[in-house]
């Protein structure tokens, strides 16, 4: 059943209109998506045991037949960069991100007839990443809990950072988050799928996915000790913009 957390957040008196200034959200969305570039394949951070998975299911996959095989292998290679992001933002393990991408282009490929071409390839195959993760975690008894976030509010702090921060701050911080709205700000935030895909993946409400999204940002903004000043001074912004204090 799609959850429904979305209309108690959308109702609260936190209304969502009121959310943070433009600034530091566009100042947030650039930390985070330096702090998951170094989570991706493409860029050489990828352990070898990656790159050789990636290598023995290209092999694999090619010997499928066809036009349209080719093209979905294609596009299964394709999104395997966003596909590990999205696992290790849900394992926070980079060995088993690489075992949840693996099941997932294989259970993609296996099950190609039940993709419907034109749509959102990378949408579809975070829904069978996302099931597959949750499947193993209620086999192995764990749960993931704290998905309303009141834990990470109890754990809410600012770093000792002396107005500098640095990407172990933001992964910190990120890992802070109820693991709810971690999923839902990566999906919306770094894989740019609209509300509407991010809703169909994690099986809830478009409502409950922006109030996610709204509260994800706005704790790290707390954790991170944000202000609208103190972003002119921060010194990854300045580095990613090349000008200096």
């Known amino acids: 059943m799609p959850d429904t957390e979305g209309h108690t957040l959308l109702d609260s008196s936190r209304d969502l209109r009121h959310g943070l200034p433009d600034a530091v959200r566009t ?9 998951y570039d170094q989570l991706d394949p493409a860029s050489g951070s990828a352990s070898d045991r990656f790159a050789d998975l990636l290598a023995r299911l290209d092999a694999a ?6 036009e349209r095989e080719a093209a979905f292998r294609a596009g299964l290679l394709k999104v395997v960069p966003a596909l590990h992001r999205f696992a290790v933002s849900l394992t926070r393990d980079p ?16 099950g190609r007839a039940g993709f419907t071409p ?15 993760f949750y499947s193993q975690h209620r086999k192995q008894g764990r749960e993931v809990a704290d998905t309303d ?17 640095d990407l172990q701050d933001v992964r ?12 839902a700000l990566v999906l919306v935030a770094i894989e740019n799928l609209s509300y509407e895909e991010a809703a169909a993946v994690m099986n809830c409400q478009i409502g409950t996915v922006k109030s996610r999204v709204w509260r994800a940002r706005e704790q790290l903004a707390r954790m991170l000790g944000y202000t609208g000043a103190e972003i002119g001074n921060d010194g990854v912004m300045l580095s990613v913009t090349g000008t200096t204090a």
Request: charged letters at 20%; aromatic letters at 6%.
């Open 27 to 35: 100042h947030l969305g650039t930390l985070l998506g330096l702090t």
């Open 61 to 66: 996959l090619a010997r499928g037949e066809g």
């Open 95 to 110: 060995a088993a991100a690489d075992d949840l991408v693996q099941d997932t282009l294989l259970r993609g490929w296996r």
């Open 118 to 132: 034109g749509s959102n390839l990378e949408a579809w195959l975070f829904t069978i990443l996302r099931n597959v």
């Open 149 to 165: 976030g009141s834990y990470a509010e109890r754990l809410t702090s600012v770093p000792e950072q002396g107005g500098h921060l």
């Open 172 to 183: 910190a911080a990120l890992d802070r988050l109820a693991p709810v709205m971690r999923e």
